[in-house]
């Protein structure tokens, strides 16, 4: 039961009091397993375009910009860099005063020379402990040089969002991923006038240091690029928070208040649903590398745009002729078939139709919004995986999953989960306005029985906390979704911090 404190709470947030009783039922019955047809892969859900295919998408990409097409880098960049650094912390607070041979701690000082950090870590270990970092080594003061780079007193690299962390070493000195974010819009989305637009979702108490980096950053991206940029911040919204509760599942009260928790990435879709734009990019703060190893990356967010834009070509003029009436049974048949083979789609339901209900159905198919993924081979790297699913009304479309929305106790799942060729390195392209140029409502197309509870804690008592279908995953659910093979040299995530020691981000 709700209290008057706890209402006046919920509407200073903008949740309303249907939506935590909604959680608390959700928690209360958990988040069904979805239903599975198979794996995608290629020839299967997973498109691999031939080298004149991908340049014929890469031409029509640019063809798109020239003609005055509006296109945004959305960027999730809220997530604190303190994951990064767990083995670091672990060792710093831990009783050995020396790195076990052969961890992440003890690589990380053997190569502390390549950190692209290193001038910035010498000019703090000075200032603490009036000894360079080859100094520490040298002295076995491991714990020391560690906590220089973790702790506030140091760089606080642990307390800090990760994209303003130095990712990347070059004779000038040291970029951001922020830095090298704007630097790879600035060669893949500039507009017919040169304007380069991105926006990146923030933690409220990073803000203030984005906007700071931003003002330094953004006039050196710009001389160097001969682009202009409009650069906008957002932050997950308060009506997005879910309730948290206890073991027993009942609400959690802290201090004397109900304890919400930001509901995960998947409250983004609010903030994607903002973006006034027809195309829209997202992909992680993290995966940026340097100048010399981004071609790949250049070319392929080209080939996903144009690929993008084939796809809506053809829907747009299948549209057009639903709208008209100026179809046959075989332009219908030539539509179904488009559905299946680009989007995986598979219906019973029409079975039985007359040509104008399959008419009908089909203008609903092709009207809602589209995206179009890159896809990895699987090489082991983490990550969700491109499958076919069931959807709540009985078809079958491509979706991406991660491992906690598969149930483990089918062997059938398990086998194509142990069989998948592919797996999801967040490089999507979206296009998200209407036929008629209207913008979708991106909200009304989310799967809410995708989200998944996880054990947490707070001040030591354990708790249960409600995460949101993810941006990419159940908040996308009722997209047309195209997968498209990438090579892996386009993936190349920063999780922990000796991932910068990788050659990858070695520049």
């Not at 290193?118 to 080594?137: P, S």
């Not at 606080?156 to 962390?165: A, E």
């Not at 179809?327 to 680009?342: A, V, W």
Request: with cysteine; hydrophobic share 35%.
């Amino acid at each position: 039961m709700l209290s008057p404190d706890d209402l006046k709470e919920l509407e200073a947030k903008g949740i309303a009091p249907e939506q935590i009783e909604a959680q608390l039922e959700r928690f209360r019955t958990g988040f069904p397993y979805l239903k599975i047809l198979d794996a995608a892969r290629p020839g299967q859900g997973i498109t691999v375009l031939s080298p004149e295919e991908e340049e014929a998408a890469r031409r029509r990409w640019e063809q798109y910009l020239s003609d005055g097409g509006d296109v945004t880098k959305f960027v999730p960049a809220s997530g604190a860099a303190s994951r990064m650094f767990k083995a670091l912390f672990e060792f710093v607070d831990g009783p050995d005063a020396v790195p076990a041979g052969g961890s992440d701690v003890a690589a990380l000082i053997e190569a502390s020379d390549k950190l692209p950090f290193i001038a910035e870590l010498n000019d703090t270990t000075r200032r603490l402990y009036n000894a360079d970092v080859e100094q520490l080594k040298a002295e076995g003061r491991y714990k020391e040089l560690i906590a220089a780079i973790i702790k506030p007193e140091g760089m606080n690299y642990g307390g800090l969002p990760k994209g303003l962390l130095k990712f990347h070493t070059y004779e000038g000195g040291s970029r951001t991923p922020l830095e090298e974010q704007l630097t790879e819009g600035a060669q893949t989305a500039a507009n017919n006038a040169g304007v380069v637009r991105l926006h990146f979702t923030v933690s409220a108490n990073h803000r203030k240091l984005f906007e700071q980096k931003l003002a330094e950053a953004i006039p050196e991206v710009e001389a160097r690029k001969g682009v202009k940029f409009e650069v906008s911040l957002s932050e997950q919204k308060p009506s997005t928070d879910t309730v948290a509760v206890n073991p027993d599942n009942t609400p959690f009260v802290e201090d004397g208040h109900l304890l919400f928790r930001p509901g995960g990435h998947g409250a983004l879709i609010e903030n994607l649903n903002d973006i006034d734009s027809a195309v829209v990019f997202i992909k992680n703060i993290d995966n940026v590398v340097p100048d010399s190893k981004r071609d790949a990356t250049v070319r392929y967010k080209q080939v996903l745009g144009g690929y993008l834009m084939q796809l809506h070509d053809t829907i747009e003029h299948y549209l057009t002729l639903l709208g008209t009436g100026d179809y046959t049974r075989g332009t219908l048949q030539e539509m179904l078939k488009f559905l299946h083979f680009t989007f995986s789609v598979t219906d019973r339901s029409i079975d039985g139709m007359n040509d104008t209900e399959v008419a009908i159905y089909l203008h609903g198919k092709l009207s809602r919004p589209l995206r179009v993924c890159g896809m990895v081979r699987n090489e082991g790297e983490p990550g969700g995986g491109p499958f076919i699913a069931y959807n709540p009304d009985g078809s079958a479309s491509l979706q991406i999953l991660e491992s906690h929305q598969i149930d483990k106790n089918n062997p059938d799942y398990v086998r194509m989960l142990s069989t998948a060729t592919h797996f999801n390195p967040v490089d999507l392209v979206c296009y998200v306005r209407r036929h008629d140029g209207t913008k979708f409502d991106l909200t009304q197309h989310v799967d809410p029985a995708t989200g998944f509870i996880s054990e947490k804690s707070s001040h030591g008592r354990a708790l249960r906390a409600l995460e949101l279908p993810g941006l990419w995953n159940g908040a996308m659910s009722d997209w047309n979704t195209a997968f498209v093979e990438v090579p892996i040299a386009t993936f190349n995530p920063v999780k922990t911090v000796n991932d910068l020691l990788r050659p990858a981000h070695q520049g």
